[in-house]
């Protein structure tokens, strides 16, 4: 059983940034990947971002690339989401997940272990 637990979202004006955290209760953290979603009001969840165990490969929904940085630190069993250059479209919340295995695709698929949550909204 893994619980994860997502903190730093706010209010930020549109072109501003958030650092998001997901803190995993697990004492194999780097055996898992992880990924971020989101689901902004009347909208189904959506892949964000997802990274491998040890973080040494990632992979973007195509929405995001180049303005969000997913990344992890194994000793703290914490994973982040750097959103830089955000846009009154990225308001949603946002969940972290556990996968046992890294996909490269914009997939649901695996994912067991999941967060509750935390809101992101950048206003215009």
């Known amino acids: 059983q893994v619980r994860l637990v997502e903190s730093g979202g706010g209010l930020v004006q549109a072109g501003g940034s958030l650092r998001l955290s997901c803190a995993a209760s697990t004492r194999t953290f780097s055996s898992y990947a992880m990924g971020w979603f989101r689901q902004a009001p009347g909208k189904e969840r959506e892949f964000v971002a997802t990274?491998?165990?040890?973080?040494?490969?990632?992979y973007y929904a195509d929405s995001v690339k180049g303005r969000f940085t997913i990344s992890r630190d194994n000793a703290k069993n914490t994973l982040y989401l750097q959103m830089n250059s955000l846009k009154p479209e990225d308001t949603a919340i946002y969940y972290c997940?556990?996968?046992?295995?890294?996909?490269?695709?914009?997939?649901?698929?695996?994912?067991?272990?999941w967060g509750r949550g935390t809101q992101v909204t950048a206003s215009s």
């Open positions: 990274v491998t165990g040890n973080g040494g490969r990632t």
């Open positions: 997940a556990a996968n046992r295995y890294y996909i490269e695709s914009p997939t649901f698929r695996g994912y067991d272990y």
